[in-house]
């Protein structure tokens, strides 16, 4: 299994903070963002991990993370030239994910959850997450049957389809990337990540699964303010259980 960390984008939601650095270097308590989404995949097991960015901001990443060597890891970069949807990291990739199957997580993107056992048990079609929310509006969306099987997924839909989100975690096996390629941009002149997970679902091949811990897509200044005050709780927690 390889891993991706998908930290490219402009980050405009966070502006003027990204006008001076990449959105996904933002503190969220005493770590950077990017930490959080990189610990979910190496607690994984996952230790070869292709990390891509914007062209801006490079050496930023690189300065912070080197190889990889200081979290027991492989580290890979590559460059979004320019943020044309979340499928297109899977194209940009495709050398890194060559015959392996693929674990993407968004660089903005914070999960309490130990995904573990699902990503080590993983070997064939797909495998996402969804979470109960206040405001699906603003992210693509699965509707499920009476089985509690994913029915249905629709990119911000414009009527109720439900108010599970589907979260920023996505496993694939290889064939992801020759999805990918075949594409064709949305009326928003991006690749889709939610037509990728049709594909697989329109073959009975994608599984989603409910996330039961926190999960928190950090691209807002409120969802921002939320992660930190969630870290702060657990380094508090921590701190007690230590006596400290």
Do not use: C
Not at 86 to 110: E, H, S
């Amino acid at each position: 299994m390889r891993g991706i960390v998908l930290a490219g984008g402009s980050g405009t939601r966070l502006s003027p903070l990204t006008k001076i650095t990449s959105k996904q270097l933002l503190p969220v308590y005493d770590k950077p963002m990017v930490f959080y989404p990189l610990n979910t995949l190496l607690r994984a097991g996952i230790k070869d991990i292709l990390i891509i960015v914007s062209p801006e901001h490079p050496g930023d990443f690189l300065k912070l993370l080197g190889s990889g060597k200081e979290f027991g890891a492989k580290f890979t970069y590559e460059i979004q030239d320019k943020p044309e949807g979340l499928a297109q990291a899977f194209i940009i990739a495709k050398d890194f994910i060559g015959d392996d199957n693929v674990a993407m997580i968004l660089g903005d993107n914070i999960f309490e959850d130990d995904f573990s056992k699902v990503i080590k048990k993983f070997k064939k079609g797909g495998h996402i997450f969804a979470k109960k929310v206040s405001d699906p509006e603003r992210f693509g969306v699965v509707k499920f049957g009476k089985k509690g099987r994913a029915i249905q997924i629709e990119e911000k839909p414009k009527k109720f389809l439900s108010d599970y989100a589907i979260t920023g975690l996505y496993i694939y096996d290889n064939r992801v990337v020759e999805v990918a390629k075949k594409l064709k941009p949305s009326l928003r002149g991006e690749l889709e990540i939610t037509d990728l997970h049709n594909w697989y679902l329109n073959k009975g091949e994608l599984k989603v699964d409910i996330v039961k811990g926190l999960w928190i897509d950090a691209g807002t200044f409120d969802s921002l303010a939320k992660a930190t005050q969630w870290a702060l709780r657990q380094d508090s927690g921590q701190a007690m259980r230590r006596g400290k």
